[in-house]
C-alpha cells in the first residue's frame, strides 16, 4: 500500500458493516493471511482490491474477493512511527 501505508507499519483498524469504493482494508484472503489494499469496486458481494503503488502490481488484487472477508476499515496509520523507530516488515499482518 506504498506510499500511503509504508511496509511495516502499524495501522489502527475499525470493523464495520458499511464499507464504499476508496476504503482501505484489512480483507482475510486465508487462513492466517490478512492484506491492507484500496477497494476500488464493488459489485452486489464482492470487491475488488488495488493497491497505491501504481509501480508494482499484486497478484493478490487480481480477483474479486467476498465482502465478508473484509476485517475492518483502516482509520488511522502511522507510518510516520516506522522511520523513526526503524520497524521491519512483516512477514504477515496479525
Excluded at 487462513?31 to 508494482?56: C, Y
Excluded at 488484487?61 to 520497524?87: D, H, R, T
Aim: charge should be positive; charged fraction near 25%.
Amino acid at each position: 500500500m506504498e506510499p500511503t501505508i509504508i511496509s511495516g507499519s502499524y495501522v489502527f483498524a475499525f470493523k464495520k458493516f458499511d464499507y464504499k469504493v476508496d476504503d482501505i482494508v484489512v480483507v482475510s484472503i486465508a487462513k492466517d493471511l490478512k492484506i491492507i489494499k484500496r477497494i476500488v469496486s464493488i459489485n452486489n458481494q464482492k470487491i475488488k482490491l488495488a493497491g497505491d503503488n501504481n509501480a508494482i502490481s499484486s497478484s493478490l488484487c487480481e480477483p474479486w474477493y467476498l465482502k465478508k472477508q473484509i476485517e475492518s476499515k483502516i482509520i488511522f496509520n502511522f507510518s510516520f512511527i516506522g522511520k523513526f523507530l526503524k520497524a521491519k516488515e512483516p512477514s504477515h499482518v496479525s
